[in-house]
C-alpha cells in the first residue's frame, strides 16, 4: 500500500518569513496529492492540491511543486502570518483508479510562526 | 450545508462501557471514511464506505471497533467494550466519488474527543 512520510515534525519561523514541508510517497500510481490544514479543536481542511499532470500550482501566499520522478511534493507557504500556525498534512491517492478514494495521510507538520 | 456534522463533541466514559459516535456526512456525497487521531499515531484510517457499503476496513484495530451506515446520510463507529488506549479523536470525513473524478476532496466534521478512564 502507499506510505507517505512528511518532513519536519514541527516548524518555527520568524512571521514573514517562509515555511517549506516536505513529503515523499510509494505508489507510483498516486495521482492526487493535497493538503490539509488542521487548526486547534476543528478538522483538517483542504488548503490546496495537485494533480499529477501538473508540477505546480499556486494559490496566493501557498504554493505546491510535484516531482513525479523522485516521488516527492511540497507545500511552501511566503510571507507566513501568525494565522498560518496550525498543523498541515499532505496527503496521497490514486484518485478514480483506485477501487475506493482513499487518502494516505503524511504524520503531520505543526507549524508556528512568532510575530 | 452545514458540512459533516459529527456528534458529541466529547464523550467521557469509563473503561467497558460501549460508546457510539456518529456523523452525518454532506449532502449529495457517496464516500464516508473515519479517522482516529493520537499524538503517537497521526491520523490514521480506520475504514470508509461507497455507496454505503463498506470497502476497506483493514485500519479497524480489533473486534470491539464496528462501523454501520445505514443509508446515505448517517453512519456510527462503536466500541464496544471501550479501553483507556482508545481515547483519541475520531474524525468522520466525506467525499464524493465520481466515476471520472480524479480528486478526493474530503470534507471533515470538527471530531469527537474521546476520552476513556
Known amino acids: 500500500g502507499e506510505n507517505v512520510e512528511q518532513h519536519p515534525s514541527t516548524l518555527s519561523v520568524q512571521e514573514g518569513d517562509s515555511a517549506v514541508i516536505k513529503c515523499t510517497y510509494s505508489d507510483s500510481a498516486s495521482n492526487y496529492f493535497p493538503w490539509y490544514k488542521q487548526e486547534l479543536g476543528k478538522g483538517p481542511q483542504l488548503i490546496i492540491d495537485?494533480?499529477?499532470?501538473?508540477g505546480e500550482k499556486k494559490d496566493q501566499r501557498i504554493a505546491v511543486t510535484l516531482n513525479k520522478t523522485a516521488k516527492h511534493f511540497s507545500l511552501h507557504i511566503t510571507e507566513t502570518q501568525p494565522e498560518d500556525s496550525a498543523v498541515y498534512f499532505c496527503?496521497?491517492?490514486?484518485?478514480?483508479?483506485?477501487?475506493?478514494?482513499?487518502?494516505?495521510f503524511g504524520g503531520g507538520t505543526r507549524v508556528l510562526v512568532k510575530p | 450545508d452545514a458540512g459533516v456534522i459529527q456528534s458529541p463533541r466529547h464523550e467521557v466514559t469509563e473503561m467497558g462501557q460501549e460508546v457510539t459516535l456518529r456523523c452525518k456526512p454532506i449532502s449529495g456525497h457517496n464516500s464516508l471514511f473515519w479517522y482516529r487521531q493520537t499524538m503517537m499515531r497521526g491520523l490514521e484510517l480506520l475504514i470508509y464506505?461507497?455507496?454505503?457499503?463498506?470497502?476497506?476496513d483493514s485500519g479497524m484495530p480489533e473486534d470491539r471497533f464496528s462501523a454501520k451506515m445505514p443509508n446515505a446520510s448517517f453512519s456510527t463507529l462503536k466500541i464496544q467494550p471501550s479501553e483507556p488506549r482508545d481515547s483519541a479523536v475520531y474524525f468522520c470525513?466525506?467525499?464524493?466519488?465520481?466515476?471520472?473524478?480524479?480528486?478526493?476532496?474530503?470534507?471533515f466534521g470538527a471530531g469527537t474527543r474521546l476520552s476513556v478512564l
Open positions: 496527503a496521497a491517492s490514486r484518485g478514480a483508479q483506485a477501487a475506493g478514494n482513499k487518502l494516505t
Open positions: 470525513a466525506s467525499s464524493f466519488r465520481g466515476r471520472f473524478e480524479a480528486k478526493n476532496i474530503q470534507y
Open positions: 464506505f461507497n455507496n454505503n457499503v463498506p470497502i476497506d
Open positions: 495537485i494533480r499529477s499532470n501538473v
